[in-house]
């Protein structure tokens, strides 16, 4: 039986939780909702039942801490010079497998993310799986909650097996009257969770995108030799393209059928922003992992990060309050959305340091 490789993209700077999130410590490395496990060591646990091997990708900055948090060979934490966003990512990773474990089936699981139902997230993976070997790719499809625009959205078309459905077409995040219609037709959420064979996935991104899958393979070929690895990341992998999955692979895929869902409801959160993350934390009057350090009054909706000091909020609606050490962030619920647009002021006025 060919081996199942999970492949965890771990990247990006989580910059709609800053300060929680930073570049030094993304938010994958955090335990943000008190389950006692960071988001990346509770990915690794979700995933370790069902894979026989585990290969993480992260930037080179991280890769320490990475190996730090979970207990799998360093042999297989793949470490990035620089962020070239998930296609180069989740490619090397699948080149690699091929090379190390012929033809296995892949997985790509983002270390960010949050299950409730392991159970649920199981039948899903199984069948993806079985999917894996009649379709070039295949995804888990998250049954909306409600008419969310910042997701993007998949559409199902016809039964391929009990529990496997064709895909139509991958759509970017909506706007709001096109995200209600699509939840009222069935669509479901793209959760960017992505199953193939190594095989199956090289090959497509040969005919997708030739220079970097030439490129991709020419690495994995020496990969495991530390010291041609690094002549050729250095000499390659600065001219890759910085490109999404979703994009190079997916959407062409899916306009030729050859892409398949698996629908689930598993209680699936990226924890994309402070609203996400206080939902996560139960907290409709008070959202917090430290309440003990924590006074809101006439403030429902309070998002509160303590760091040594005590918070007192009083008087604001839907308040964030996050105490980062070197820096604290106060904002709304709604303005916590343009985090991203401020922390461009604050490179602007030459702090990088706190970014």
């Not at 070239?84 to 997985?107: F, H, T, V």
């Not at 625009?149 to 559409?155: C, F, P, R, S, V």
């Not at 090959?203 to 990969?223: D, K, M, T, V, Y």
């Not at 001219?239 to 689930?264: N, Q, Y």
């Amino acid at each position: 039986m060919a081996k199942f490789v999970a492949i965890i993209p771990a990247g990006g700077a989580g910059t709609r939780l800053w300060p929680l999130s930073r570049r030094s410590a993304p938010k994958f490395l955090h335990d943000l909702t008190g389950s006692g496990q960071t988001l990346l060591q509770a990915t690794v646990d979700r995933l370790s039942p069902h894979a026989d091997e585990i290969l993480i990708v992260t930037g080179a900055a991280h890769a320490d801490q990475v190996a730090e948090q979970v207990d799998i060979d360093e042999a297989n934490i793949i470490a990035e010079p620089s962020p070239k966003n998930s296609m180069p990512a989740i490619g090397l990773a699948a080149a690699i497998a091929k090379e190390r474990y012929g033809d296995a089936i892949i997985g790509s699981f983002a270390a960010d993310h949050v299950i409730d139902d392991e159970a649920a997230f199981a039948h899903a993976l199984e069948e993806a799986r079985r999917l894996a070997r009649v379709r070039t790719l295949v995804t888990i499809g998250i049954t909306p909650t409600g008419a969310d625009t910042g997701y993007g959205y998949i559409e199902p078309g016809e039964k391929i097996t009990r529990d496997g459905l064709s895909v139509v077409e991958f759509t970017e995040k909506p706007e709001r009257k096109l995200a209600e219609r699509y939840v009222a037709d069935g669509y479901l959420w793209n959760a960017g969770m992505f199953i193939s064979t190594a095989e199956g996935l090289t090959r497509a991104l040969e005919q997708h995108a030739p220079e970097l899958a030439a490129g991709l393979e020419e690495i994995a070929s020496i990969w495991d030799i530390q010291w041609r690895r690094d002549e050729a990341m250095g000499r390659l992998w600065p001219d890759f393209p910085s490109c999404v999955i979703d994009r190079v692979l997916a959407e062409p895929l899916a306009a030729a059928g050859e892409v398949a869902v698996v629908p689930a409801d598993m209680g699936w959160s990226d924890i994309g922003g402070y609203p996400a993350l206080a939902e996560r934390l139960g907290g409709a009057e008070l959202a917090t992992t430290d309440p003990d350090k924590v006074m809101a009054s006439a403030s429902p909706g309070a998002v509160v990060f303590p760091g040594d000091r005590p918070v007192v909020v009083h008087g604001i609606e839907d308040a964030v309050v996050v105490d980062g050490g070197d820096v604290i962030l106060v904002t709304t619920r709604t303005g916590s959305s343009q985090l991203p647009e401020v922390l461009g002021g604050v490179a602007e006025h030459g702090r990088e340091d706190l970014l």
